[in-house]
């Protein structure tokens, strides 16, 4: 780990000067700056250049067939994202929220679930998405405006994006407590539920509520913090002065601080977290030390709040290209392999630009259609009043 | 998730089956019936176990039904009616407690954001069973946050449905009711009203939940009123009765969906209405009621609707609450209004 003082700023008028008995704040949040690395406590099981390395605690036996299938896994949803991103910028998407940079740590998350544990997503995580078997043209409508998201939530144990910032975190801290009360904790056979959120969530009262909640009740949730270093122009200095891994202490509950680019690290810590839960040892906070390369959504600018040096340098720990080194080096797969993985990418994007082009316009009753369960006598009345308006116009031009 | 029916036959049958009993009391016994009727549903709250809530709403139920299904929850509204989402959807039907009226508002965005949305969200794939009971009203003389009427932010929200009982009777059916309903339901509870008596048969079969019922039938002016206001509003109807006045008395019952059409009925044989209500006036219940009824009896009318309400303003120190909540005076006050237009 290098020293915090390499990490301060050059900004000498700016900040007091640190003195040996006080550190600047710059210091004290050193662990967090987006521009290094994670610090002493990372897990990395593959570095940037594909070298396999251990780690005291975690490790995972990995088949050349399950890596080439995580490589696979990374390279299509980033195609899906890349794909979405371009069709919002020819006008097919309303906007779009990009994940590139965290397929890692989506996919080994993702990937790390059993279909009998639950996921609570919060709108970037295509990803997870991609592993409880949504199709990424269930996405589609939520961003061009034809529905919410059109997957069965229970059926696919995927809840619906969630756009508020941290509502989700208590929802599934509720459901979690669900599974514990229904008797399904306690041994290998046992279900837990992740939870996503961000770095700037982690500000949010839901969150520290959802903490609370599951530390006291030890229901099965591992809560999955991306740091992706930036809530929207906010760096995460400006959320924690405390590496958000560490927060988990205060609430009594592990916390451990992964290379969230490192899918072999997020798959290995994710799969032990979840056991625990399982077992009865939740809640677990692990979060997923990675990067937002591109926007935060098709209506920000970055490059009006952060500097590109950030970028280029988070380019060299590109979390699909070291499993692609170290596929290579194993000789665990061939060009043959990625040249299918490439193909089957292009499929999927045509395959997404064709049915979002086609996506129809939901029809005027869709405005008043399950808003209960039950019905309301009154909102009837207003639909039927409107739709018999705008049956007035029916055939005529206007 | 099909919701367990209910069966009301055997569910909590006392010995005798017309009892008089408070508003706390029946309500006690509708949540007991209720979680007899149904092992899904919970109740959630702060302390709501041990100590029976401060209200004593849910005494004894932990004793009977264990940590699992009534639990004393960490101290954050949010946290309530938030993981009590998390519940509703794992198939569970949570009975959230807020303490008081005016603690509800760290949990408005749960409710708001989620509870309100998901079943609209989904398109019906989640449903929220969830009700969340709201000690409501002035009158009691309280420290400030618990005496306000917040009813109108939830009537305000689509997805939500909001009722408040105003005697046993109607406390002890409309919360296992509620529990039944698949939409989640704001319940006020008349907090003032708790202790007072009524006839309470458990044998009965209730009408339906949301529906608003003539209290007394009168032909010079209509009161309609709901929760704590219903009581004044039959004490003003007796006392106008002894000067020859004869009002018609309604109590809402249903806050949303409104149930209007007893109202219009009524109100096109009086040709007035006085709506009551605790709340500040400003875009509120009696708001949407007096713009509903001049729109359907506009012919009718022989006077202009009429809002006796809390003023609009936050609610006073206490020593002021007499003046600043309606009562039989100002309810008069406001029907010799009507009359004289």
Redesign the interface.
Known sequence: MSSPEQWTHPEPDAAPAATAAKPTAEQVIAGLRATDEGGADLVQLLTPEGERVQHPDFDIDITAEELRGLYRDMVLIRRVDREANALQRKGQLGIWVPLLGQEAAQIGAGRAMRQTDMAFPSYREHGIAWTRGINPTELLGIFRGTDQGTWDPVEKRFHPYTIVIGNQVLNAAGYAMGQKFDGKVGDDEGEATMCFFGDGATSQGDVHEGFVWAAVYDAPLVFFCQNNQWAISEPTERQSRLPLYQRARGYGFPGIRVDGNDVLATLAVTKWALDECRHGNGPILIEAFTYRMDAHTTSDDPTRYRLSDELEMWKLKDPIERVKVYLVRQQWADSAFFESVEADADELGEELREFCTNMPDPPAERIFSNVYAEGNPNLDAQRDEFLDYVSGFAGGEH | MAAPTMDRSTAAAPATPVQTLTISKALNMGLRAAMEANPKV?MMGEDIGKLGGVFRITDGLQKDFGE?RVLD??L?E??I????????????RPVCEIQFDGFIF?GF??IV??VAK????????????IVIRVPFGGGIGAVEHHSESPESYFAHT??L?VVSCSNPADAYWMIQQAID???PVLFFEPKRRYYEKGEVDTTATPGPLFESRVLRQGTDATLVAYGPMVRTSLDAANAAAEDGTSLEVIDLRTLS??DLAPVYESVRRTGRLVVVSEAPSESSIASEIAAKVQQECFYSLQAPVLRVTGFDTPYPPSKLEEEFLPDLDRVLHAVDRSLAW
């Open positions: 919970i699992q929850t960490p954050a949010s946290g009616i938030g993981t009590a989402v998390g519940l509703a959807i794992r198939g569970y760290p965005d749960q954001s989620q998901l079943h609209y969200r989904t398109q019906g794939k989640i449903k929220m069973p689509a997805g449905k309903c698949d939409d969906p409104l």
